[in-house]
C-alpha cells in the first residue's frame, strides 16, 4: 500500500504540476465542470457509491453542503442509501 501511495502522491505532484495548468489555459470553467459528469457516465463499476464517497472524503464540510444542495434528488438518494457501505468498506481496505 505504501508502494502505491508514493507511486500515486508523485503522479498527482506531476499532475498539479502540468496538466492543471494546461487546463487552465485551455478548458473553460464550464466545461471543467463537465468532466466529472462524463466520467461518471463512463464507469462501469459496480459501486458508483464508491467513486462518489472518495471524491467526498476530500471535501470540507463547506463544499459537502453545496455538493447536496445541488445533486440531483436520485443521485442523493443513492448516496444517503450507500453511506454506511462506503464507510465499512473502506475502514477495511485501510485497516
Excluded: C, Y
Excluded at 48 to 58: C, H, S
Excluded at 67 to 80: N, S, V
Amino acid at each position: 500500500m505504501a508502494t502505491l501511495g508514493t507511486a500515486l502522491l508523485a503522479h498527482l505532484d506531476e499532475e498539479e504540476a502540468f496538466v492543471v495548468p494546461l487546463a487552465a489555459q485551455h478548458i473553460l470553467a464550464s466545461e471543467w465542470g463537465e468532466l466529472p459528469g462524463h466520467a461518471l457516465r463512463n464507469f462501469a463499476g459496480d459501486k458508483m457509491w464508491l467513486v462518489l464517497g472518495l471524491i467526498r472524503e476530500q471535501m470540507s464540510a463547506q463544499q459537502l453542503t453545496m455538493m447536496d444542495d445541488h445533486m440531483p434528488p436520485a443521485a442523493l438518494a443513492m448516496w444517503r442509501q450507500h453511506e454506511r457501505e462506503f464507510k465499512e468498506f473502506v475502514e477495511a481496505l485501510r485497516v
